[in-house]
């Protein structure tokens, strides 16, 4: 089992940065893919970023790449998501994921999931 909880999100102007961090319980952190995923009212779940166990693998959707960097600290079973550059859509609520045997960018097949932090980007 693994526990995420979220935090870090607020309210915030376009341009401005943020990062959320996500904290899991359990050893089997570091055996673990781990992904962010947001969702606005109204919308599905989109997949933002995902990060290999090891942390040397990364993976973005194409509206955060150059803006948004997914990190981990597996001696802190932590994860990262530092976003740059801000704009009004990417006003959402993000939750953090977990799942074994790899990454993916479909959040059905992830196992375990936070209960999300809201981020909203003023214009």
């Known amino acids: 089992q693994v526990q995420l909880v979220e935090s870090g999100g607020g309210l915030v102007q376009a341009g401005d940065s943020l990062r959320l961090s996500c904290a899991a319980s359990?050893?089997?952190?570091?055996?673990?893919?781990m992904a962010w995923f947001r969702q606005a009212p109204g919308k599905e779940r989109e997949f933002v970023a995902a990060?290999?166990?090891?942390?040397?693998?990364?993976y973005y959707v194409d509206s955060v790449k150059g803006r948004f960097t997914i990190s981990r600290d597996n001696a802190k079973n932590t994860v990262y998501l530092q976003m740059n550059s801000l704009k009004p859509e990417d006003t959402a609520v993000y939750y953090c994921?977990?799942?074994?045997?790899?990454?993916?960018?479909?959040?059905?097949?992830?196992?375990?999931w936070g209960q999300g932090t809201q981020v909203t980007v003023s214009s």
């Open positions: 994921a977990a799942k074994s045997n790899g990454y993916s960018s479909s959040h059905y097949l992830y196992n375990y």
């Open positions: 359990g050893r089997t952190f570091r055996t673990f893919a």
């Open positions: 990060i290999s166990s090891s942390g040397g693998r990364t």
